[in-house]
């Protein structure tokens, strides 16, 4: 079980590749508890599950595909869905089911299904360059059905090929860092914080006191060092320059503007593509009229899961 606060401190003061909308959408639901203002029957703590039991249960194979959902909120370590009705998907539950799919002897390609706004920057590159070594040994193919957003993107710019929904969102190639001030909430309330400390920036950014100069300097600094990151690591992932990624200063693209700036590499529904990939395989294989009947019905079972 996890409290409010413990969320709170993997939102606020953190850098987040994020949207905007996943980070208002977040806090719309952490800001009533941590003000108090929160109604007591909403006060149940989030629970979260193993992540090795939910890896071994989502993980969906048929015939020589791996379907793996990538939906909800990314965050580095254990969740389930949340009460803004986001689902919260680990970097470590991802890594063991692409590993898992990796090391199944009747696997030959892995589908990642993205609809994510993104989530937390911690855990995000070292989840995406294990992507990129997994796609050496077997194709990863990132399907966005229907957002790959920050996080998301930067997932998805790894794979070893990215195919969008019609009506997809992709992009927002940034990172944000909020902080939280409730000083002014605090002294209307009458109460008063007394911190001790040592080290010039063991509290820097305090929720219970403005923001300082020297707190700030240390956020730009942060917020330059991650999105060096993504910015380089997408431009290696998709043989693009750096410029060319950091011109796109973090928009929201459809699967057209994604196309003709080299950020996907095809578009088409969702199913359609999962068919497309299932037939191909079992192409490789099988000969005769039965071929395409086995690999539709593979398709289909795919298709609960889209």
Do not use: W
């Not at 590749?17 to 806090?27: D, I, N």
């Not at 008063?192 to 700030?216: C, L, M, W, Y």
């Not at 294989?285 to 795919?302: C, F, V, Y």
């Amino acid at each position: 079980m996890i409290n409010y606060p413990h969320v709170a401190s993997m939102v606020f003061g953190v850098p987040l590749f994020a949207t905007p909308a996943l980070v208002t959408a977040v806090k719309s639901v952490l800001e009533p508890h941590l003000l108090g203002r929160a109604r007591s029957e909403e006060l149940e703590p989030m629970q979260l599950v193993d992540d090795q039991e939910r890896a071994a249960k989502s993980l969906t194979v048929s015939g020589k595909v791996a379907v793996i959902p990538v939906h909800g909120v990314l965050v580095p370590r254990r969740g389930v869905i949340t009460n803004t009705c986001e689902e919260l998907v680990s970097y470590e539950k991802l890594r063991s089911q692409l590993d898992a799919a990796r090391r199944h002897e009747l696997v030959e390609e892995i589908v990642l299904d993205f609809h994510t706004g993104g989530g937390s920057a911690m855990g995000c590159k070292e989840m995406a360059d294990f992507i990129r070594l997994v796609a050496q040994e077997k194709p990863v193919t990132a399907l966005i059905n229907y957002a790959a957003c920050s996080a998301g993107y930067f997932l998805a710019a790894a794979c070893s090929r990215i195919v969008a929904s019609p009506t997809s969102m992709t992009g927002s190639i940034g990172v944000i860092i909020e902080t939280f001030d409730m000083s002014k909430a605090e002294e209307v309330a009458g109460i008063t914080f007394n911190t001790f400390f040592r080290g010039g920036h063991k509290n820097d950014a305090s929720p219970h006191e403005p923001i300082t100069d020297q707190a700030v300097i240390e956020i730009e600094k942060r917020l330059d060092s991650a999105y060096k990151t993504f910015t380089e690591s997408v431009a290696e992932y998709r043989g693009l320059d750096v410029a060319q990624v950091v011109a796109t200063e973090a928009r929201l693209f459809s699967a057209e503007e994604a196309l003709q700036l080299k950020l996907i590499d095809e578009i088409a529904p969702a199913q359609d593509a999962v068919n497309a990939i299932a037939l191909r395989h079992a192409a490789s294989t099988r000969q005769g009229g039965g071929r395409r009947i086995s690999a539709q019905a593979q398709s289909l079972q795919i298709q609960s899961q889209l």
